[in-house]
T-cell receptor, first 116, second 114 residues
Framework: AQTVTQSQPEMSVQEAETVTLSCTYD???????LFWYKQPPSRQMILVIR??????QNATENRFSVNFQKAAKSFSLKISDSQLGDTAMYFC?????????????FGKGTRLSVIA | DSGVTQTPKHLITATGQRVTLRCSPR?????VYWYQQSLDQGLQFLIQ???????AKGNILERFSAQQFPDLHSELNLSSLELGDSALYFC?????????????FGSGTRLTVV
């Protein structure tokens, strides 16, 4: 079974600074997908960024980028120019290659606080 | 609005009772997933339905059951409720193809058992 580990329960960052959230996972699969979801105080789960394991290029979405290290099974999220609205829980998630019954497996999350 | 509708948003009930949580997936989505998020925990997968059929089962208690109806909405039934069942219950949906772009989540139902 796949597992996802987020080793930082809480982090804080000054507004406009850069912060990196860590995620490691354990799998024997070769093809899979990785995701970062954001859960603000409204509790809505919002997809931030996704990465396909077969792509070596790291995904980027505006101020959000990932550092995907397949051999190390590491998938960290970098937030640049942090904004107050980035304050949220961030969840790393794993999904193996689709086979009809492929649930997302989530880590326990990192609570990020952006400080003015 | 994500397009996935969950009702009710909040529910308070007593131990031993039974409740039903409802989810309407995004238009056109055939798969529905249920997750439980307890305090300070990640999301735990409960069960998946695809076009009315159960596809995958996670850590779902025997006291819990679910179904997906012909109109594709889904219901999660929780019975003999215990204090530890208090949690946020999420429904998510995905389209006909592979959900490799992730799921679309509803805003959750906050269940409080007293």
């Amino acid at each position: 079974a796949q597992t996802v580990t987020q080793s930082q329960p809480e982090m804080s960052v000054q507004e406009a600074e850069t912060v990196t959230l860590s995620c490691t996972y354990d799998t024997s699969e070769n093809n899979y997908y990785l995701f970062w979801y954001k859960q603000p105080p409204s509790r809505q789960m919002i997809l931030v960024i996704r990465q396909e394991a077969y792509k070596q290029q790291n995904a980027t979405e505006n101020r959000f980028s990932v550092n995907f290290q397949k051999a190390a099974k590491s998938f960290s999220l970098k937030i640049s120019d942090s904004q107050l609205g980035d304050t949220a829980m961030y969840f790393c998630a794993f999904m193996k290659q689709y086979s009809g019954n492929t649930p997302l497996v989530f880590g326990k999350g990192t609570r990020l606080s952006v400080i003015a | 609005d994500s397009g996935v509708t969950q009702t009710p948003k909040h529910l308070i009930t007593a131990t031993g009772q039974r409740v039903t949580l409802r989810c309407s997936p995004r238009s056109g989505d055939l798969s529905v997933y249920w997750y439980q998020q307890s305090l300070d925990q990640g999301l735990q997968f409960l069960i998946q339905y695809y076009n009315g059929e159960e596809r995958a089962k996670g850590n779902i208690l025997e006291r819990f059951s679910a179904q997906q109806f012909p109109d594709l909405h889904s219901e999660l039934n929780l019975s003999s409720l215990e204090l530890g069942d208090s949690a946020l219950y999420f429904c998510a949906s995905s389209g006909q193809g592979a959900p490799t772009f992730g799921y679309t989540f509803g805003s959750g139902t906050r269940l409080t058992v007293v």
